[in-house]
């Protein structure tokens, strides 16, 4: 998939969210250019992963606008999952499956052309292609959150995704990461990733945002990608 | 219409495959029917003036019992690992998804039913070459596997999973169940209040209404 005619990758205006009576998200405004990486950090608790949920649409917001790569959460819930790539928390992955039955069975329902091929290229990304037969109930952790990131990449998305993705990597695999990311945003696609590791990211090119009591504070460095933020609980 | 059909029907290859290398759930159900088959046998020590009267409901209550225990299983496997969430992640219609895992259910349950339905024929002395059984078994296990899948999508997220899917399963699919041991009742030589012509349709009817409404009502929970 190409980037879209789309102007922006993501556009949020006025997002709010609450769980019961807590209030995560509050009148947030987010824009998110092709090509950028944005890297949200916050303490536990402050909405990252809300944030990141509601962008591939696994939470609805209360309010707000969201567009991603041109495609109404609300009214093209389908479109837009077909542009995003997701890594959460959890791997996706059945543990009874191989690596690669694990990505046809995702590059199938994505309706790949053909997904066999399409999975063992996505697991050289990663560097994992060596254990596409491999259940992955056999593989460590960490090989797990590279196939979960091979999951994501699978079906070519604009945006990616990433909720901590480095938790549970090595360093030759947190370089891995970085590597893929930069060659991802080169590519003119856009990444939202958050994490607890600024330092970790510093060397990536992207903005760093701060989410915490519902506000996005951007790096000095890099204002552009967050323009707006809401008001403080 | 393959677009709807094609996500269906990689959904039960994926359930089939998991099972086939686990084998938890058949082998898990099939055990437990084969144990009230027994247990039931030697409780009530039937006649042969008996049978009529007492195997279909033997059959049907263990059948019940063993698919409750199946139904637990279907959605506890997406669980794990956040599959459900992978699957919600998918540009697939919550239909399809829905009518996926119900397939996949429905193939479990009606192997099993296979593999025990000559165990209780020999233990309670019916027979089982009858084409009224095999439709009852067909169409009883399809609404037993729609309302179970839904109601499983609805249990698993709750903190007492186990509990609550036969408490909120049975009141729904009585209906089923009922037509189920009537039509039985007929297949093994009985006689019914209401013929053969009034329960099967019902059956019939049952299941398509079912076959609509579920898959609706679990987008519908499935959205948030």
Redesign the interface.
């Known amino acids: 998939m190409s980037p879209a005619k789309a102007d922006r990758a993501v556009r949020v205006q006025g997002l709010e969210k609450s769980f019961g009576d807590w209030p995560v998200l509050w009148d947030l405004d987010l824009t998110l250019d092709w090509g950028q990486l944005l890297v949200l950090a916050g303490p536990n608790g402050s909405g990252k992963t809300t944030l990141l949920r509601i962008l ?5 917001p209360d309010f707000g606008a969201v567009s991603i790569a041109g495609f109404d959460l609300k009214r093209q819930p ?2 837009v ?2 542009c ?1 790539g ?1 890594v ?10 191989t690596c690669l ?1 694990n990505l046809v ?2 590059g ?4 790949l052309q053909n997904p066999g091929k399409t999975a063992l290229e996505v697991l050289a990304q990663v560097g994992l292609e060596h254990r596409a037969g491999h259940r992955v109930r056999t593989l460590s952790n960490g090989m797990q959150r590279r196939v979960s990131l091979a ?1 994501a990449l699978l079906h070519d998305p604009l945006l990616l995704l990433l909720d901590e993705p480095e938790v549970g990597l090595d360093g030759p695999s947190v370089a891995m990461l970085g590597e893929l990311i930069t060659r991802w945003t080169g590519l003119g696609r856009s990444i939202v990733m958050t994490t607890h590791n600024l330092e970790l990211v510093k060397s990536w090119p992207g903005s760093q945002g701060h989410l915490d009591n519902g506000k996005v504070r951007i790096g000095e460095d890099r204002p552009s990608a967050v323009e707006e933020t809401g008001p403080g609980l | 219409m393959t ?1 709807f059909f ?2 269906i029907l ?1 959904l039960l ?2 359930d089939i ?2 099972e086939v ?2 084998k938890d759930l058949v082998i898990s159900v099939g055990v437990f029917g084969l144990l009230v088959a027994v247990i039931f046998n030697f409780a009530l020590n039937v006649s042969p003036q008996q049978i009529t009267s007492l195997a279909p409901g033997i059959l049907w209550v263990a059948y019940s019992f063993a698919g409750v225990l199946a139904m637990n299983r279907t959605f506890m ?1 997406e669980r ?4 459900l ?9 919550r239909d399809a998804i829905f009518l996926g895992k119900a397939m996949a259910s429905f193939s479990f349950m009606l192997l099993v039913e296979v593999v025990l339905l000559p165990v209780f024929a020999v233990l309670l002395g019916f027979s089982i070459l009858s084409w009224t059984l095999a439709v009852t078994i067909v169409l009883a296990t399809l609404g037993f596997a729609v309302v179970g899948t839904l109601f499983s999508a609805i249990a698993v997220q709750t903190r007492s999973r186990e509990l609550m899917l036969p408490v909120l399963f049975f009141p729904v699919i009585l209906p089923v169940i009922i037509g189920a041991v009537q039509l039985t009742t007929v297949a093994v030589g009985g006689e019914i209040s209401v013929g053969l012509n009034r329960w099967l349709p019902l059956l019939g009817i049952f299941d398509a209404l079912f076959l609509v409404i579920c898959p609706w009502v679990f987008s519908v929970v499935t ?2």
């Open positions: 591939s649409t696994q939470v609805k389908n479109q999952r077909r995003v997701v959460g928390h959890n791997t996706f992955l059945h543990s009874d499956l039955e069975f995702y199938r329902l994505f309706r999951r | 677009a094609q996500p990689v290859w994926k495959l998991l290398r686990s496997r794990e690992q956040g599959g969430e992978g699957l919600l992640l998918t540009p697939v219609s959205e948030e």
